[in-house]
Nanobody, 123 residues
Framework: QVQLVESGGGSVQTGGSLRLSCTVS????????MGWFRQAPGKQREGVAT???????AYRDSVKGRFTVSRDNAENTVYLRVNSLKPEDTAMYYC?????????????????WGQGTQVTVSS
């Protein structure tokens, strides 16, 4: 049974940083795509970043230069470093797994999702 567990969220002030983690269990293959999504209250869930098994990454425009996605295949863990946070980054952040990465992200291609970790940025 594939499980994804996120951690690392929290409350920070504008300009602060966090490192979100997502650990995948129950899946033995290293070739898969990991995506980070977020959903703010009253808004649709949106794709934030992806990283494939080769380490190639893609980001939505609003987070380029501030967010960095990375992965440790040996630990089956994906990270999202979020810097220079803004109030508009406030959302529940989710990681998800797909067989391949595309951009823009197509949410229906992600079969497994974590429970989310909350990021709150105050001004």
């Amino acid at each position: 049974q594939v499980q994804l567990v996120e951690s690392g969220g929290g409350s920070v002030q504008t300009g602060g940083s966090l490192r979100l983690s997502c650990t995948v269990s129950g899946y033995t293959y290293s070739t898969y795509c990991m995506g980070w999504f977020r959903q703010a209250p009253g808004k649709q869930r949106e794709g934030v970043a992806t990283i494939d098994s080769d380490g190639d990454t893609a980001y939505r425009d609003s987070v380029k230069g501030r967010f960095t996605v990375s992965r440790d295949n040996a630990e089956n863990t994906v990270y999202l470093r979020v810097n220079s946070l803004k109030p508009e980054d406030t959302a529940m952040y989710y990681c998800a797994k797909a067989s391949a990465c595309t951009w823009p992200l197509r949410q229906h291609e992600f079969s497994y999702w974590g429970q989310g970790t909350q990021v709150t940025v105050s001004s």
